[in-house]
């Protein structure tokens, strides 16, 4: 069976500080992989895809970018933290059809 | 991808069936609706979608109605654990595509 892995659970960083959050699928191979960004009481939002390695989909500007070194690793990194960066930040893997699976999220606060 | 329109909260009795309506007035023929819960504090999860007939699941039943207007999403008998925020999505189903999520509807089932 798939499972999906985000490391960390819970990070607190201060402003202008780096960031590197990871996700890792098991049990599939090529799946599309997904980030996402929910502030608090809000809904998702898409930021960044990825169909294949090495390749990125961008869907809002940011100061975030996202990497896909590997098949089932998907990266999603900062150079300079901001406030407005806080939030819960969810991977999700998909096959070429159907539902996305979403991972436990990393819950992320920016001081 | 279509828009979704779901009320902001309902609540709903222990045992007693809920029903929460979406609507997506402006869906395409070749777009599916999803249905995706968000249990507070973790990563949503898929539960059903379709295209035009009705679904059912272990965990659900999607009505659409003939003009695919709309859609209502039952649970046959609400538990507890079913209280969450759930997540009406449409969009062009079988390419592993990106969600857009609105606010859903928040769910209360109370004993």
């Known amino acids: 069976s798939q499972t999906i892995h985000q490391w960390p659970a819970t990070l607190v960083q201060p402003v202008g500080s780096p960031l590197s959050l990871e996700c890792t699928v098991e049990?599939?191979?090529?799946?599309?992989l997904y980030w996402y960004r929910q502030a608090a009481g809000r809904g998702l939002q898409l930021l960044f895809y990825?169909?294949?390695?090495?390749?990125i989909s961008s869907e809002v500007p940011q100061n975030l970018s996202a990497s896909r070194p590997q098949d089932r690793q998907f990266i999603l990194s900062s150079k300079k933290l901001l406030l407005s960066d806080s939030g819960f930040y969810l991977c999700?893997?998909?096959?070429?059809?159907?539902?996305?699976?979403f991972g436990p999220g990393t819950r992320l606060t920016v001081l | 991808d279509a828009k979704t329109t779901q009320p902001t909260s309902m609540d709903c009795a222990e045992g007693r069936a809920a029903n929460l309506p979406c609507n997506h007035s402006?869906?395409?023929?070749?777009?599916?609706v999803y249905w995706y819960r968000q249990i507070h504090s973790q990563g949503p999860q898929y539960i059903i979608h379709?295209?035009?007939n009705n679904e059912t699941n272990e965990m659900a039943s999607l009505i659409i109605t003939e003009d695919r207007k709309s859609s209502t999403l039952i649970l046959p008998h609400a538990t507890l654990r079913d209280t969450a925020v759930y997540y009406c999505?449409?969009?062009?189903?079988?390419?592993?595509?990106?969600?857009?999520f609105g606010q859903g509807t928040e769910l209360s089932v109370k004993p």
């Open positions: 999700a893997w998909s096959r070429l059809a159907d539902e996305q699976f």
């Open positions: 379709g295209l035009k």
């Open positions: 999505i449409v969009r062009v189903g079988n390419q592993g595509g990106k969600l857009i």
């Open positions: 990825s169909v294949g390695i090495g390749q």
């Open positions: 402006t869906i395409s023929g070749n777009e599916y």
């Open positions: 049990g599939t191979s090529n799946p599309n």
